[in-house]
């Protein structure tokens, strides 16, 4: 019988895997998902796009491409971050076979077994999965509804040994739906400067703002002054083109932009060139600008539809919030509920969720859930918000 390392004995299925297959069953409504929706793909204008293309780089979207990236990508995104505000001085772009892959090799590149790093409470589950995979001791601080803790923070900093960084997602949370405060971001630098603690931004969602008069806070810390703070920003394409392209971004100070290239050429040495070519264009054409925006209209409408919904159906002690942006809304039930129990009698009803546990990487706190918007007509948010109601209503009365 093989004997497996510990890093891979310790890996377990997230209960989102587990779920997606209880989710693709035709009759069940799934607000379990973080996926795009399919019906929105730019099918046509991704078809259209490749035929635009030279022989030439048809030709080099088979072929293998350079670790760091093609360089055309590498320079139309580097424009693309640019309008976005982000300081490419000192910073290098690398593209990731997702930004799940920066993730892994942030991971790498810091992480020793035992090494404590710190995340928010609650905490995207791929990004958990990812600083444990590296044998990281993840200590979680507490989110409100401008962002993560401060006294909690500075705490953690002054007790027990130095985490290796911290880990964010300040722009339409995952799973937590909130878009960091501007005087939030500006505190969280000052706590982290001079502390020799690297901070990753994530912003995978940042693009799907509902409110252009968001701009202002949809601006990433690493593009405000951030001396003294040294900031790893990582994006995708995931949610502004489609998850299929497996294509993420990492911007970072040189020196962990070098580990990260060496770390990635190890490991699938290079991202496919394909997809590069079609997000090169995508962005070259203007396509994909007008593609976010025909989504971040559809994704509002999806939203407000179940607002409306939950305000109509809900129990008024559930508390949740407007999302301004992205993809989820997070429901808190009242202290000493199960959202389990809640979830097996959505599940019975004939609809799916995902309980808050799953992002919690103490892994103790029970009475919240995640439910996403982004995969559901306006009609099947209408049919299960109700279901989900009901199910609530036999757990906690
Ligand atoms: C917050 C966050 N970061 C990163 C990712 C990884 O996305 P991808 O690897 O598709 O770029 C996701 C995916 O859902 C996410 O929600």
Known sequence: MATFSRSASALRSSAIRDLMSLASQPDIISFAGGMPANELFPVEEVEELFRGLSDREKRSAFQYGPTQGLPSLLESLAERLRRKGLQMEGNRILITTGSQQALNLLARAFVDPGDRVLTERPCFIGAIAAFRAAGAEVRSIPLDAEGIDIETLEKALGEGPKPKFLYVTPYFHNPAGILYGERRKRELIDTLRGSGIPLIEDDAYGDLFFHPEDRDRLIPMQALPHDGVEICYTGSFSKILGPGLRLGWLLAPEAIYGKCELIKQSSDACSPSFTQVLADAAIRSGMMEGYVERVQSEYRDRARAMTDAL?????????????????????????????????????????????????????????????????????????????????????CG
């Open 311 to 395: 305000r109509r159906h809900l129990p008024d002690y559930v508390e949740w919030s407007e999302p301004r942006g992205g993809f989820y809304i997070w429901l808190t039930l009242p202290e000493g509920a199960d959202a389990a129990r809640v979830l097996e009698k959505a599940i019975e009803a004939g609809t799916v969720f995902v309980t808050g546990s799953t992002f919690d990487p103490e892994g103790v706190r029970r009475n919240t859930m995640r439910l996403s918007y982004c995969n559901n007509t306006p009609e099947e948010i209408e049919r299960g918000i109700p279901l989900i109601a009901e199910a609530i209503r036999e757990c």
